[in-house]
């Protein structure tokens, strides 16, 4: 695979990457995992997902917050139970964190190429096809919830 010495600019945008993995290890490890299996991001003082406020129905990301950081407290059960994806997630940013550290670090840039964009890609289909079943079939947990009793009222 070709490589090349990169400069200032490219260098900081592969400290990207890092970046990010370091603000969500640290936040994931910070807050104590939601034994409900989502939720936790309001130890952060972040509202209640939108989805879950208003239709009872989780959305493609809730869970992950939980997830991950249940996944660095090293509490596999929760972590997947939250949501099976977060776990992967985590696993791929670690990869590519360490992936850009390694050639920030070495001065030498490889370019990811094809085959890694498409597993990213599929990565992220999956994601969304998963979130979307997910809310579509997640049972209600409020039955008497407005937006669903109202959809049960117009039914009949």
């Known amino acids: 695979m070709p490589?090349?010495?990169a400069s200032r600019r490219v260098v900081l945008s592969q400290?990207?990457?890092?970046?990010?993995?370091?603000?969500i290890t640290g936040f994931g490890l910070y807050l104590h995992p939601d034994p409900s299996g989502h939720g936790t991001h309001t130890q952060l003082?972040?509202?209640?997902?939108?989805?879950?406020?208003?239709f009872d129905r989780p959305c493609p990301g809730c869970g992950l917050t939980t997830s991950i950081s249940a996944f660095l407290h090293?509490?596999?059960?929760?972590?997947?139970?939250?949501h099976p994806l977060g776990p992967i997630a985590y696993l791929i940013l670690t990869f590519f964190a360490v992936r850009?550290?390694?050639?920030v670090r070495d001065n030498v840039f490889r370019p990811l190429g094809t085959p890694i964009y498409r597993r990213l890609l599929a990565f992220v289909v999956v994601f969304g096809i998963f979130g979307a079943v997910r809310m579509i079939t997640a049972p209600a947990?409020?039955?008497?919830?407005a937006v669903f009793s109202a959809m049960?009222?117009?039914?009949t």
């Open 3 to 5: 490589e090349f010495t």
């Open 15 to 23: 400290l990207v990457v890092p970046a990010v993995w370091l603000f």
């Open 45 to 54: 003082g972040l509202s209640p997902c939108p989805s879950m406020l208003f």
């Open 74 to 82: 090293l509490n596999f059960g929760l972590a997947f139970s939250a």
């Open 100 to 103: 850009s550290a390694l050639a």
């Open 141 to 145: 947990k409020d039955p008497q919830h």
């Open 152 to 155: 049960n009222s117009s039914k």
